[in-house]
């Protein structure tokens, strides 16, 4: 079963409805508790390529701005990921 | 490239179904030597030899019956006259079908059943298409010597007194009706209740001349009785005593106007003959040559098209500068203009990725691939999206991992092959209803069938049908619960070793053995947490392993959940483990929810895909468009619906061209829809109708009907199925021009004629299609892709020789529980779905008379939880989420366990999707529709949300009166 969430992911289930940030969290977290428990590549990796493959630019770099602003709501393997997933380019490009 | 076989796409009715038998048998009928397969009728023998033997009681779709004697042949070397239908063929035989003995006794045959019908042949509702009429022809009938003296069809006997043998005619159907007095009792309507629908609704009551057909008990009639008004009593008729309404009221349908074309429905895709009076559709019948229906339709199909010519239907394009404004009708132009404008004047003001699509899976694949070429092409971003992600996504994601493909692995006919049917969230005969009753003649002739749905649906327990297991799974534990298959099949040594050696990853399958066979997996380990009882969950892993030819069919009670893609990987390790795949009769099927989910997905709606499932990012896929369309293409993947609604709220995403999808009412967590679609500065709505979306709309493109237009649909089984223009937009024009409008008037450029000419350029681009054209098509009737060089009549069956990703993978499937939980505030599971009679959000079925069946959404309830709150049958009840709240009517029954509520999500009044929630499945955003945590405490009537909401449509839907 999936081990137990970080203290601050409880809380932002509940807000998810509201806050978008919150939302995009719980998604994170979400393909990070299934990576978690893969074997056919290396979590951190698999995390990465799902993120690069789905998440649009402008979503990627709310997440690399979450990881900054509260690195305590996502998973580690979020941070462990994080240098591998593509970096988006810079807002209006 | 060998030559494609034509095959025979008349009409004629051979009289008796085809015989199966590899083994020929040669006889001759009227001196013409004929060979046909071993186990053919003789009337279909004679058939095949172009000798149309007289018949009233047979018919190709029905298994012989031999009732009405007008068939009878002699046979040398035979005594007596058999009836040819019954008789089976032998090696040698010699028949006769025109003797002089057996054309006296025909006549005999027609003189009696003719003294007993009315002779009102002119002001008949089936003159000029009666069997009847058409054999009293064909055996040179010329008198009636008997004076009846008891008749069924005189109202009043010779003295004038009621004659009690007379029964009025049964109009309660909406759309057919039952005549009595004309009736002949071949038992066709009868049999083809039973052997063709399975729903054995009618019967013949009474003995002799007594006999009469019946719709249920004494006190029905058909409206009332089990009738699910499939309409194949109707089609099976040969008299006028069961016709459709509509031939009655306009008369018989023009021969020569009649264009085979595709049901706008579900995703089984039926094949229909749209039989014209002029441009006035008289009725739709069931094609026998449809591969997907095989001459079966449902009351969607069969009956519920009168949506494309109701009052509600918006034929002007409209504007209007904010949508607290009414609507303005103005000319093509200026909406087009008005919107091109609008989406430019944002992606400048607001960046190129400030705008999207939304590409429908009810319209057609020309049109689906137009409007996704419009986003990447024109737009250059790749934000486009479609209906799919909220229900198929998961399949797109999870087949795709384990096998290579987005797609079943099956036709439709392979279920004929099936021995074991597991159904995992599926409910074919409401939703599917045509491959429902295709399932469940398999099931009559022996098939197994497992159940594993949190409600007992149809399928568990139905006249003739019973599943030897239901496994009543409580919402949001699919995963856990294919798991714990997985877990009796590894472990009790279920496995097909040879199999998996031969075609799948080993050390991947040796990694999934590992997971799998852990304690915690097992079926007694589960238990407390699916609800499902162990030593039911074995004996369903073993009959699916050990069954023979196991077939899944599954649909959105799998995809719909966090977990959605997970529970497709655990399907697709299922089928592997037990060697289920790449023949007839196994699989993996998904049973996709509207017609065009498939082809929508195939032509590349997806934000990461182009056609062709290629991602974006790939070079070698974007230089084939760039080339051919002269532009560069984005490589990053655009937003889904979702995200789009998300951005909207954060105020990133600012126009949106929605065509044909209601997304307002379909997609879940109401009030975040309506926040984002608020927060967009112009959004575009095509539809026919009004739809709740275009509440939110500043431009409103009236869109055509299926009955319209030119293009292609492709169903669940991937089949490529024609969709003919019957009669002209009315409208205007045809969705496809309207899209080519719209992009032209940025600036695009396009110049398409006609529909084919897209699905060459479709052909051209993707690979998976090359072989695709609408030659093609129309010769074959319809071709399942992958259809190329190595398969140029297309692939009715995937991963025959190996898995098309090369060898299949097995993927571990954890469970991780949703976020949605029960608890003390929410302390019940909602779930959702659909009923035969209406079509998701309702938008045209509600339009039909299809709502005598279904006028509101109802909330099935157990009666232990009714009993708990006080709630009672048909009482107000008030449905509370942490999303929202609305109100709806209850239903207490035990179809449901204690703990679960069901309800459908057909009616904007109702909008069951105020209560859904925005959690999704982790890979592909689809969302969680069939769990969410819920209240539910006894209401007076509709919520004030109800209530506001309904005062807001009502405004958004004033149009000004058209200046003079």
Redesign the interface.
Known sequence: ??SSKTSSEASS??E??AD?AA??I??AN??A??ME????FIPAEGLAS?I????????RRKLFELLAERPEALRPLVHEAAPLIRK?PP??A | MKDLIIPDLTDRDFGTPASRSKKMVTLSVDGFEVTVPEGTSVMRAAAEAGIAVPKLCATDNLESFGSCRLCLVEIEGRAGTPASCTTPVTPGMKVHTQTERVKQLRKGVMELYISDHPLDCLTCSANGDCELQDMAGAVGLREVRYEAEETHFRARANGGEANPLFLPKDESNPYFTYDPSKCIVCSRCVRACEEVQGTFALTIAGRGFDSRVSAGAVFDDFLSSACVSCGACVQACPTATLQEKSVIEIGTPDPDRSLITTCAYCGVGCSFKAEMRGDELVRMVPWKHGKANRGHSCVKGRFAYGYASHKDRILNPMIRETIDEPWREVSWEEALSFAANRLRGLQETY?R?SIGVITSSRCTNEETYLVQKLTRAVFRN??TDTCARVCHSPTGYGLGQTYGTSAGTQDFDSVEQSDVILVIGANPTDAHPVFGSRMKKRLRQGAQLIVVDPRRTDLVKSPHIKAAHHLPLRPGTNVAVVTALAHVIVTEGLFDEAFIRERCEWD?FQ?YVE?VAEP?HSPEATQMLTGVPAEELRKAARLYATGGNAAIYYGLGVTEH??GS?TVIGIANLAMLTGNIGRPGVGVNPLRGQNNVQGSCDMGSF??ELPGYR?V?GEAARSVYEALWGVTLDP?????IP?ML??A??G?FKGLYCQGEDILQSDP?TK?VSAGLAAMECVIVHDLFLNETANYAHVFLPGSSFLEKDGTFTNAERRINRVRKVMSPRNGYADWEITQMLANAMGAGWSYQHPSEIMEEIAVTTPSFAGVSYEKIDALGSVQWPCNEAAPEGTPLMHVEGFVRGRG?F??T????T?EKTGPRYPLLLTTGRILSQYNVGAQTRRTENVMWHDQDLLEIHPHDAELRGIREGDWVRLAS??GETSLRAKITDRVSPGVVYTTFHHPDTQANVVT????D????CPEYKVTAVQITPSNGPSEWQKEYNLQAEAARRILPAAE
Do not use: C
């Open positions: 079963m999936s289930d509940a998810a409805h978008p939302r995009l719980h998604m979400q393909i508790k299934t428990t893969r074997r056919d799902h690069n493959d789905f998440w649009e630019p402008r979503m988006p807002e209006g | 960046g990725q790749n934000n991947e990694d997971f915690r966090s977990q997970t934000p990461h991602h990012k990053e993947p655009g937003l889904r995200n998300d951005a709220v954060e990133a967590d975040h993978k993927i571990r954890e469970y991780i529980p976020d942490r999303a929630t925005d959690f999704s982790w890979a592909t955003n």
